[in-house]
T-cell receptor, first 114, second 112 residues
Framework: QQQVKQSPQSLIVQKGGISIINCAYENTAFDYFPWYQQFPGKGPALLIA?????SEKKEGRFTISFNKSAKQFSLHIMDSQPGDSATYFCAASYSGAGSYQLTFGKGTKLSVIP | KAGVTQTPRYLIKTRGQQVTLSCSPISGHRSVSWYQQTPGQGLQFLFEYFSETQRNKGNFPGRFSGRQFSNSRSEMNVSTLELGDSALYLC???????????FGPGTRLTVL
């Protein structure tokens, strides 16, 4: 069964600190790894995505680190702000089926306290 | 561009009934995917349509079905509703299916 395991379930970080969320996958055919951010009452919104030929990708305060041999990837949020408080989902998919069928982690509820 | 829109936003049904949810993708997007989100199971892929054809299907019973129209709008139908079908149903659209998926706000279905 294709799975993506995400940890931790919840995370409390001080304003200005670094938030780190980790994910591990099993299916080596996965070739697309996005992170989504979801606020209450809203649908998930794409934050940043990476493909396995790259070990790190940075966009503003958000960085994905990817370890292909360990089948792990993580999201780092630098200088965390209260506005970053949301639920974060990692996901994985492969393009071989003709379209992305995102397999999601169970989510991490991030709370950034002032 | 307008985002993905889903109607209705909230729905209450009773067991045994059927329900139809609607999704209008971003203009120019031809791929529409549906996901179910529950506290216990998280986000799970239901199916994906491209140019009116179902290309992929997740591991859900046949009570869950969908279709896509020539204007790329999509509907999903759940027949013989069960209590466990209570969930947030999310629609996502993309240009080709192998690119960024943009999610709508979802339809919150409650089955009593």
């Amino acid at each position: 069964q294709q799975q993506v395991k995400q940890s931790p379930q919840s995370l409390i970080v001080q304003k200005g600190g670094i938030s780190i969320i980790n994910c591990a996958y099993e299916n080596t055919a996965f070739d697309y790894f996005p992170w989504y951010q979801q606020f209450p009452g809203k649908g998930p919104a794409l934050l940043i995505a990476i493909r396995p030929d790259v070990s790190e990708k940075k966009e503003g305060r958000f960085t994905i680190s990817f370890n292909k041999s360990a089948k792990q990837f993580s999201l780092h949020i630098m200088d965390s702000q209260p506005g970053d408080s949301a639920t974060y989902f990692c996901a994985a998919s492969y393009s071989g089926a003709g379209s992305y069928q995102l397999t999601f982690g169970k989510g991490t509820k991030l709370s950034v306290i002032p | 561009k307008a985002g993905v829109t889903q109607t209705p936003r909230y729905l209450i049904k009773t067991r045994g009934q059927q329900v139809t949810l609607s999704c209008s993708p971003i203009s120019g997007h031809r791929s529409v995917s549906w996901y179910q989100q529950t506290p216990g199971q998280g986000l799970q892929f239901l199916f994906e349509y491209f140019s009116e054809t179902q290309r992929n299907k997740g591991n859900f019973p046949g009570r869950f079905s969908g279709r896509q129209f020539s204007n790329s709008r999509s509907e999903m139908n759940v027949s013989t509703l069960e209590l466990g079908d209570s969930a947030l149903y999310l629609c996502a659209s993309s240009t080709t299916g192998i690119d960024t998926q943009y999610f709508g706000p979802g339809t919150r279905l409650t089955v009593l």
